[in-house]
C-alpha cells in the first residue's frame, strides 16, 4: 500500500512541476560602481562599456614586444625516428587534414615516404 502512496505523491510533484509558470531566473552584473545592475537594458549597457573599454585602450609602445631573430628560439628539426614514431602513435580513422592525407596511408606506406616527410 505504501508503494502506491509514492507513486501518488510523485505524481502529484510531477504535475505542479509542470503546471506552474514560468520564472525567469534574476541575474545581475555589477558595474564599474559596484553596484548591483539586474535589467536587461543596464546589463546590455555595462557589457557595452566594457568591451569599448578593453578594445579601444591603446597599449604603451613599451608594452609591445616584438620578436626579432636573435630573440627567438631555434626549434631543432625532427629526426627520422621522431617522424616514425609520431607517424606510429597517430590513431587510424581520423579524417584527413587540409593536406589531405590520411594517417593510415603514412602508416602502411613504405620506408621512403617516411623519409619524403623527413625532409
Partial sequence: ????????????RTQEAF????????????????????????IKEVWINYFKEILNEEQAAEEIIIATGEESME?????????RQIISRSRNAKPPDADKVSV???????????EQMHK
Fill in 1 to 12: 500500500m505504501r508503494r502506491g502512496c509514492n507513486k501518488i505523491v510523485k505524481s502529484k
Fill in 19 to 42: 503546471t506552474e509558470k514560468y520564472k525567469p531566473k534574476i541575474r545581475g552584473i555589477k558595474n564599474k560602481e559596484e553596484k548591483s545592475v539586474q535589467t536587461e537594458e543596464e
Fill in 75 to 83: 626549434i631543432e628539426e625532427p629526426t627520422l625516428e621522431e617522424v
Fill in 104 to 114: 593510415e596511408l603514412l602508416k602502411y606506406s613504405d620506408e621512403s615516404l617516411n
